[in-house]
T-cell receptor, first 114, second 116 residues
Framework: GDSVTQMEGPVTLSEEAFLTINCTYT??????LFWYVQYPGEGLQLLLK?????DKGSNKGFEATYRKETTSFHLEKGSVQVSDSAVYFC?????????????FGQGTILTVHP | NAGVTQTPKFQVLKTGQSMTLQCAQD?????MSWYRQDPGMGLRLIHY???????DQGEVPNGYNVSRSTTEDFPLRLLSAAPSQTSVYFC?????????FGYGYTFGSGTRLTVV
């Protein structure tokens, strides 16, 4: 079945540090890939997405590139802020028997200190 | 504001009680779904619907029922609450587009349920 694996957390950084959160996936066919962010006490918000190989999703300074050859979709940001502290989820949706189902990684807690 | 509305935000149940978690969206999305979020496990799909009158099971459906009588509403029913159903529940909706769900999903703010 489909699966998503995220790097273990939590991740603690100082403000303005570089962020990478690794995400790899297993899926049949050509899934769409997403990063969602969950701020404390809130629901999930779509951060960025990519629907085909080599697509780069970007939003709010975050970027991720759909790498089919390495089945990866790593999240990066060049300079994090305290306001980026949240839980980040990598997810995918594939076709076939998984039609419509979002498969999530386990989430990575990011804490940014001033 | 347009979006997905979930009620209640918090609920405490006793073991064996039943209740319904409400979910409504005003974006005319065909697809709606329920997830539960447990620590260290990400989100897992409970049930989903691709349109009014059509529902199907997800990854963890046991102990839950759903129905979809209108496009807007997708309630989740707990038949006989158990402590293992203590979790945060999220409702999500999406358009169904040719080629997949590339638009992503819109999530509600969640219902935190505790079963004692």
């Amino acid at each position: 079945g489909d699966s998503v694996t995220q790097m273990e957390g939590p991740v603690t950084l100082s403000e303005e540090a570089f962020l990478t959160i690794n995400c790899t996936y297993t899926a049949t066919g050509y899934p769409s890939l997403f990063w969602y962010v969950q701020y404390p006490g809130e629901g999930l918000q779509l951060l960025l997405k990519a629907t085909k190989a080599d697509d780069k999703g970007s939003n709010k300074g975050f970027e991720a590139t759909y790498r089919k050859e390495t089945t990866s979709f790593h999240l990066e940001k060049g300079s994090v802020q305290v306001s980026d502290s949240a839980v980040y989820f990598c997810a995918l949706t594939a076709g076939g028997t998984s039609y419509g189902k979002l498969t999530f990684g386990q989430g990575t807690i990011l804490t940014v200190h001033p | 504001n347009a979006g997905v509305t979930q009620t209640p935000k918090f609920q405490v149940l006793k073991t064996g009680q039943s209740m319904t978690l409400q979910c409504a969206q005003d974006m005319n999305h065909e697809y709606m779904s329920w997830y539960r979020q447990d620590p260290g496990m990400g989100l897992r799909l409970i049930h989903y619907s691709v349109g009014a009158g059509i529902t199907d099971q997800g990854e963890v459906p046991n102990g839950y029922n759903v129905s979809r009588s209108t496009t807007e509403d997708f309630p989740l029913r707990l038949l006989s609450a158990a402590p293992s159903q203590t979790s945060v529940y999220f409702c999500a909706s999406s358009y169904i587009r040719t080629g997949g769900f590339g638009y992503g999903y819109t999530f509600g703010s969640g219902t935190r349920l505790t079963v004692v």
